[in-house]
């Protein structure tokens, strides 16, 4: 069988050397034992980096052909950056699994991802077990999403971040969706196929800052929400029925205020609603334009990467 796996790197120099050293004694040890054919190869994608990283990543290449680089024309974000090497991968391997460069995820489960693999499974979800490495914030913030986007009727797994292995099956299922704004975490239980699941303890990262700040924190909520549910739209109609029938209420509370001769100047009750509906609509609209605006975006069909370099 034959293994790639894809880690998407941005400016990573200060942890890629280390993740580098650990990939290579861990497939070594799974070729020695012949889990995985020799063919088996390390796929790092440089998104962009400002830094070193694709330097270090062309030597790492030179001394070994274990290790393939694959660079794209800039930054591009974690989840295109992650397809682009799946992309290139998926006509070259039996199986990919996909982890960041970070070390936070335990890279010993990659043993019982292929062995489910072995066993059937044709995506192999790795789980963490808790969260103790994370910050408060992030513990919360991400517990939340979890929340909204089960509610909202996204089918995703809890505590699974992009460390998976896919089958090159489930890999050529995963090139039909052609969507622009990705989230693959959303995208890969919709594939279907037999399905495992992995867990292991996720370590803090091995050295430099996260590259997920709270902005592209959120901007990744939104896709993941907007990509995958239309269940803030039903919101909105939701709402517009809901006001519409408070509005019958007023209707007839005030045709019987005229008529008992009570008519009050009634200036705070006619500014409350306006700024009340008011806001609702600026809202309404604004979830609305966030769907029309991706809808454009997918409109275009502009290509999610573009290849500068491939190392292979
Ligand atoms: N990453 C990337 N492009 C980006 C941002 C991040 O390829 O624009 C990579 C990054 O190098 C790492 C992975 O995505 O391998 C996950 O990022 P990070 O560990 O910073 O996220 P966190 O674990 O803090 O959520
Ligand atoms: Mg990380």
Known sequence: MILYVVVPC?????VLPETAKRLRSKMNDLTGRGVISEESRVLFVNDGSKDDTWNIIRKLHEENPLFQGLSLSRNRGHQNALLAGLMTAKDKCDACISM????????????EMIEQYTDGCDV?????NHRDADSFFKRSTAILFYRVMNWMGVQMVSNHADYRLMSRRALNGLAEFREVNLF??????MIGYKAGEVYY??????????????????????????????VPIRMITSLGVAVFFISI???????????????????SSVIVSIWAIGGLILLALGVLGEYIGRIYLETKGRPRFLIDEYLS
């Open 10 to 14: 941005y400016n990573e120099e200060d």
């Open 100 to 111: 960041d460069a970070d070390l936070q995820d335990d890279i010993n489960a990659m043993d």
């Open 124 to 128: 192999v979800y790795g789980i963490r």
């Open 184 to 189: 693959l975490r959303g995208i890969v239980p």
């Open 201 to 230: 303890d996720r370590a803090e990262r091995f050295a430099g800052e996260s590259k997920y700040p709270f902005n592209k924190m959120m901007a990744f909520a939104m896709d993941g929400i907007t990509s995958c549910s239309i």
């Open 249 to 267: 209420v007023f209707l007839i509370w005030g045709i019987v205020q005229r008529f008992r001769g009570v008519t009050v100047p009634g200036w």
